[in-house]
């Protein structure tokens, strides 16, 4: 008699240690995926696929690891349209363009400086928004300048904390034929970014 009460405590035990990890493995299953805010602006190369440390030398900037394709992370597509503020569509964006909407009174941004910014990124042929930082939150976003597309990294020196500036950028300073997956840019479309200067690291 112990011993079948022995047995079915084991046993008992066995179902519960089964059961729980059955629920840890749902869990991690069903885990929702963090979007990064910063897929909208990442630098992509549309020509040729370099590594970190090739971008990085010709930029002039320290080599950093090379980021691995199942690291990358998919923008959720733009499920409900909304229109970039003030904005009329154009069908060709022939340069860059740098609209200061709001002059800032703080620091200025100097060329490959890191800053934190609030955006709002659209299409420029439709003026349809793909994604909002502040969508992500109150906090802004903040990366170095030699990290994000050519439009960035030439668009935002010049600014002052506290200002506001349009930037309109063409396909080839932007991600031309390959814009990131489920991101709702299609294939060699002109970008437009309304950036909000919050401070400079």
């Known amino acids: 008699m112990k011993d079948q009460k022995g047995n079915m405590g084991v046993i008992v035990s066995f179902v519960i240690v089964i059961g729980l990890i059955g629920l840890v493995i749902y869990a991690l299953m069903n885990k929702p995926i963090k979007i990064d805010p910063l897929e909208g602006i990442k630098g992509v190369d549309n020509a040729q696929p370099k590594t970190g440390g090739e971008e990085a ?14 690291e990358q992370k998919t923008m959720e597509p733009n499920k409900n349209t909304r229109s970039l503020n003030n904005f009329t569509p154009v069908s060709k964006a022939s340069k860059l363009e740098k609209i200061d909407t709001v002059v800032g009174t703080g620091a200025e941004v100097k060329a490959g400086a890191t800053v934190s910014v609030h955006y709002t990124g659209a299409v420029a042929a439709t003026g349809a928004i793909f994604q909002s930082s502040k969508d992500f939150g109150t906090e802004p976003v903040t ?3 030699g990290s994000v597309i050519k439009g960035w ?9 506290g200002g506001t ?3 309109v950028i063409p396909a080839d300073m932007a991600y031309g034929a390959n ?3 489920g991101s709702g840019i299609p294939a060699n479309a002109d970008l437009v970014f309304d950036v909000e200067l919050i401070a400079i690291k």
């Open 179 to 181: 814009p990131p997956g």
């Open 57 to 70: 030398q010709q930029q002039g900037q320290p080599s950093e690891q090379p980021l691995q394709k199942q």
């Open 153 to 161: 990294t030439e668009g935002i020196p010049g600014m002052k904390i």
């Open 165 to 167: 500036r349009r930037l």
């Open 143 to 145: 990366f170095p300048l």
